[in-house]
């Protein structure tokens, strides 16, 4: 038996260890529309299930695949979503230019000067604690 959208959104959250707030929070939604989300009370929209399948990393007709979800939205949801985002991907590009001033250490000053640069104004802008953390955590390797 199929379960609900809602049951699958709990799941999902509880894996990742986030509240109806921190859910809501990365979505710029109330915790009010995640609790109805998971009780059935409303049904999100296409935007909505494109951006909670970026987050847990699925595509989003797998989000939605054997749930209640209407069918006649789930047929206008793409075959993709963006799974990573700005915060992840600048990470990412800091760890690559790192590996590389391992390899060239004569750039090694000047890149770590501009990671750590751009990784501040990134901080200066994120709201997301867990991001934030995560630049933290970058900028500690800077130092």
């Not at 809501?24 to 951006?51: K, N, Y």
């Not at 104004?121 to 900028?139: G, K, P, S």
């Amino acid at each position: 038996m199929p379960e609900s959208f809602g049951q699958r959104l709990g799941r999902l959250r509880a894996l990742h260890g986030w509240t109806q707030q921190a859910l809501a929070d990365r979505l710029a939604l109330s915790r009010v529309a995640i609790s109805h989300f998971e009780m059935g009370l409303a049904t999100p929209s296409e935007r909505t299930v494109i951006l909670l399948a970026g987050l847990f990393r699925l595509e989003p007709h797998e989000l939605v695949a054997d749930t209640f979800y209407p069918e006649g939205k789930s047929l206008r949801l793409p075959s993709v979503a963006p799974r990573y985002s700005e915060v992840e991907l600048q990470l990412a590009l800091c760890a690559r230019d790192l590996a590389w001033c391992e390899r060239l250490p004569a750039a090694r000053a000047e890149t770590l000067l501009h990671w750590q640069t751009n990784l501040e104004q990134l901080q200066r802008n994120c709201v997301d604690l867990h991001e934030r953390q995560l630049i933290q955590a970058m900028l500690a390797q800077l130092s």
